[in-house]
């Protein structure tokens, strides 16, 4: 099994900044690749970002392209998300993920296992 604990989220005015991190453990040398997924009030959970064991694999949703940036430390089992010139429309429960099989999981079906969520607030 493998744990997935979120921290860093909270309020931030519009055009700010906020970083996310996602601390592994358990079996974490069964992980294949680790995703960001957001989910807004009254909308479906979707796919934010994504990145395999490689700094080169790595997938963005387009409304985050360019503004959002992943990134792992193997050696701490960490993937952090850091966001920039945050909209409105980017307020949502954050939950980070990890894939037993998927190398950039982009799915909810490719995750296997999930973190508790956190939440990011952004005012205009």
């Known amino acids: 099994q493998v744990q997935l604990v979120e921290s860093g989220g909270g309020l931030v005015q519009a055009g700010g900044s906020l970083s996310l991190s996602c601390a592994a453990s358990?079996?974490?040398?069964?992980?294949?690749?680790t995703g960001w997924f957001r989910q807004a009030p009254g909308k479906e959970r979707e796919f934010v970002a994504a990145h395999g064991l490689s700094r080169y694999y790595t997938a963005y949703a387009d409304s985050v392209k360019g503004r959002f940036t992943i990134s792992r430390d193997n050696a701490k089992n960490t993937v952090y998300l850091q966001m920039n010139s945050l909209k409105p429309e980017d307020t949502a429960v954050y939950y980070c993920?990890?894939?037993?099989?998927?190398?950039?999981?982009?799915?909810?079906?490719?995750?296997?296992?999930w973190g508790q969520g956190t939440q990011v607030t952004v005012s205009s």
């Open positions: 993920a990890a894939s037993k099989n998927w190398v950039r999981p982009a799915t909810i079906a490719e995750c296997d296992y």
């Open positions: 358990g079996r974490t040398s069964s992980i294949t690749g």
